[in-house]
C-alpha cells in the first residue's frame, strides 16, 4: 500500500492576532510545521502548538524562517552564512526545547517561505541550513521540495531528507513553485488539487503550468494553514487519499 505523510505550517497566530484553524486542521493531517517566532507565531504560541500536537498525535516539526514578521517570512533578505546558521539554530532549538517539556521529540526541520525557495535553489545556503540542523540534532528529518537543493545538501551532510510537494501551489517546469506574485500561482479548485496529489503520490508527477508533466518524489504533502480553503482542502484529501488506497502516516514511518 502507498503511504504518505500529510503536513501543514501551523502556529502562526501572534499575540492578539490569530492566523490559521490549527485545531480544526490537526484532525486530518500527520505532520506539523510549527512557526518558531521570526516569520509568525510567539513562544506562547510554540508551546500552545507543541501541546496541541501531543494531544492529537500529529508530528511536530521546526518551521524556521526569516526574522520578517510584517512580511511573513515570504520576502527575500540577504544574510551572512554565520547569521543564517545562528537564526536556524536559534529556532530549531527552541522548539525542541518545548518539545522536550512535553515529553515528545522533535520529527524533522522545514524552512519557510523566501529561506525555502532561496536555500531550495542556491547550494551554499541549503548547506549552512542543513549544517545548522545537523549541530541541533542530527537525527532531524530536512524537509525539502522535490528536487531542490536542500535535499542534496541534507545527503551531503549526513541528514535524512524528505521530499515535499505542495497540494495548493502550481509548479514552474524546473520544479520550482511559481511565484506567488504570478497569476496562476495558488491551486484553489478542490478537485484540481485532489486530483493532483493523488497523480504525485502515486505517478509520481504533476503538471507544471506550462502544461508539461514533470517528475516529483512525494514522500510528504503540504497544506497551507493560512489559506482560506485550508480545512476544506485538508478534509477532502484525507479523504481522497484513503479512498485511493494511500495511508497517511507521519513523516518518520514514510522515510523509516
Do not use: W
Not at 184 to 200: F, K, L, P
Amino acid at each position: 500500500m502507498d503511504k504518505v505523510d500529510l503536513n501543514c505550517d501551523m502556529g502562526e497566530s501572534f499575540g492578539n492576532y490569530t492566523c490559521g484553524m490549527d485545531g480544526d486542521i490537526a484532525e486530518y493531517i500527520s505532520s506539523a510545521n510549527a512557526a518558531c517566532g521570526f516569520h509568525a507565531g510567539d513562544p506562547l504560541v510554540m508551546e500552545k502548538t507543541v501541546t496541541l500536537c501531543k494531544d492529537k498525535g500529529v508530528a511536530i516539526g521546526a518551521h524556521p524562517g526569516f526574522p520578517d514578521l510584517v512580511g511573513f517570512g515570504r520576502r527575500q533578505l540577504q544574510t551572512s552564512p554565520a547569521e543564517l546558521r545562528s537564526m536556524v539554530m536559534y529556532q530549531v532549538g527552541a522548539l525542541k526545547t518545548f518539545c522536550e517539556a512535553e515529553g515528545i521529540k522533535l520529527q524533522h526541520v522545514k524552512p519557510h517561505g523566501a529561506m525555502y525557495n532561496m536555500a531550495g535553489k542556491d547550494e551554499a545556503m541549503a548547506e549552512v541550513i542543513c549544517k545548522a540542523v545537523k549541530a541541533v540534532d542530527p537525527s532531524l528529518i530536512l524537509m525539502g521540495g522535490s528536487g531542490s537543493k536542500l535535499l542534496a545538501a541534507a545527503k551531503d551532510v549526513g541528514l535524512r531528507g524528505a521530499s515535499e510537494v505542495f497540494a495548493d501551489r502550481a509548479y514552474e517546469e524546473d520544479g520550482s513553485l511559481v511565484a506567488r506574485s504570478k497569476p496562476g500561482a495558488m491551486i484553489t479548485d478542490e478537485d484540481e488539487a485532489i486530483a493532483r496529489v493523488i497523480s504525485m503520490v502515486k505517478n509520481h508527477t504533476v503538471k507544471a503550468v506550462t502544461g508539461k508533466e514533470i517528475e516529483v518524489q512525494a514522500d510528504s504533502v503540504c497544506l497551507h494553514g493560512d489559506s482560506m480553503k485550508a480545512l476544506v482542502f485538508a478534509k477532502k484529501i484525507s479523504q481522497a487519499l484513503k479512498e485511493n488506497g494511500i495511508s497517511i502516516v507521519s513523516l518518520r514511518e514514510v522515510i523509516a
